[in-house]
């Protein structure tokens, strides 16, 4: 049986009708009846906030007419279902009204089992968009909260990408003490370029990782050779050029390191074909590794060395401005030589502030 809830709006502007209607309904379904007589009446019970299930509307009314009461209805109460009653025996007339949002309509004179009938058809029609809506809401919420929980899995999965990458960058310290803060500052130095070329933030991700892991090959060659203070022979400088291929081969098969592979592989090439392991050019190098090249260099002259004091910002621009063309690619100089000065100075004191940490898979994010 209907629940008391269910209050059906009569609307007539002959009150004898509404009173039959109302009538048929309540002993026939024990429906709650409100009645309005007049259009403008029922309109101002929709607005009022009053909740009714089931609105039946005459359709030939003084005043607002059906059709516009129909219509004004629908757009403060679009989950109502309405049915036109009318005595006009016209089809057109009907099919207009259904045209217009109209669940049903009836012709006058009509039985009471007709009437419950289109009742009970419009309330259970009511009761399936209901149903149908909270299960809607309630997919809605269940994706939204299993995807809130798959972005929950893939920041951690990341950030255990920031954490191999950090016993990576480790390892590398303790094998060559000079890499200390050369493989950080130079990353910072290679994003800050990669963002203002615009590039996306996975590929400034692939990037930083690639900027990163840089010099991870020098893990494979012999201390002897890597920690040697006089200068290498000619064998020993083939040797320690490998660590290019061996650290491609080393992080090739890692899922997440695979893109940034080829940057290591490719971070000691320039741009006019001089450079190892390959002897590529131009584009033939990965972008990454054409930006790398620069913050590389930039990060080389500007920091000290045995055999050398840092030099200044001013001359590490005018070295990367004199071989644009032969080691750096000329288009991510020009970009690097617009950027302001104290972009690099700035990037190099939070990376030697001790609370500094640096997060490799959200480099792409501003």
């Not at 005459?58 to 403060?76: H, I, Q, S, V, Y």
């Not at 006009?88 to 009938?117: C, M, T, W």
Request: negative net charge; contains cysteine.
């Amino acid at each position: 049986m209907p629940s008391p809830s269910e209050r059906i709006l009569v609307v007539d502007d002959e009150e004898p009708i509404r009173e039959i209607v109302c009538s048929m309904l309540i002993a026939g379904g024990k429906y709650d009846c409100v009645q309005a007589g007049s259009g403008e009446e029922a309109l101002a019970l929709l607005e009022s906030g009053d909740e009714f299930a089931l609105m039946l509307s005459d359709l030939m009314m003084t005043g607002m007419d059906g059709l516009a009461l129909l219509e004004r209805a629908k757009e403060r109460v679009p989950e109502m279902p309405v049915v036109m009653v009318t005595a006009v025996h016209d089809i057109s007339v009907a099919l207009a009204a259904i045209r217009n949002g109209a669940y049903d309509y009836l012709l006058k004179p009509f039985e009471r089992e007709q009437l419950l009938a289109t009742v009970r058809r419009a309330l259970e029609n009511r009761r399936l968009k209901v149903e149908n809506r909270a299960y809607q809401t309630n997919l809605e919420s269940l994706v939204e909260a299993r995807t809130q929980q798959l972005h929950n899995t893939m920041r951690n999965l990341e950030r255990s990408y920031d954490i191999t990458l950090e016993a990576l960058g480790d390892a590398l310290d303790l094998k060559d003490a000079e890499t200390e803060g050369h493989s950080k500052r130079v990353t910072a130095f290679t994003i800050a370029i990669a963002k203002q070329m615009g590039l996306s933030d996975k590929d400034i991700r692939v990037i930083a990782r690639g900027a990163f892991l840089h010099d991870i090959g020098k893990m494979a060659i012999p201390d002897a050779i890597l920690r040697k203070p006089s200068k290498l022979t000619q064998d020993e400088v083939a040797i320690m050029r490998e660590h290019c291929y061996r650290g491609y081969q080393m992080l090739r098969k890692i899922p997440f390191l695979s893109e940034a592979s080829d940057i290591v592989y490719a971070h000691q090439e320039k741009y006019d074909g001089t450079g190892y392991p390959r002897g590529l050019k131009g584009d033939q190098i990965p972008l990454g590794a054409r930006i790398f090249s620069i913050a590389d260099t930039l990060d080389a002259i500007t920091s000290d060395r045995p055999y050398r004091p840092a030099q200044s910002l001013t001359a590490a621009r005018d070295e990367i401005q004199r071989w644009a063309g032969r080691q750096f690619d000329p288009e991510v100089v020009r970009v690097f030589l617009a950027m302001p000065e104290n972009i690099w100075s700035d990037l190099r004191k939070q990376i030697n502030s001790q609370s500094y940490r640096f997060s490799y898979t959200a480099a792409g994010k501003s």
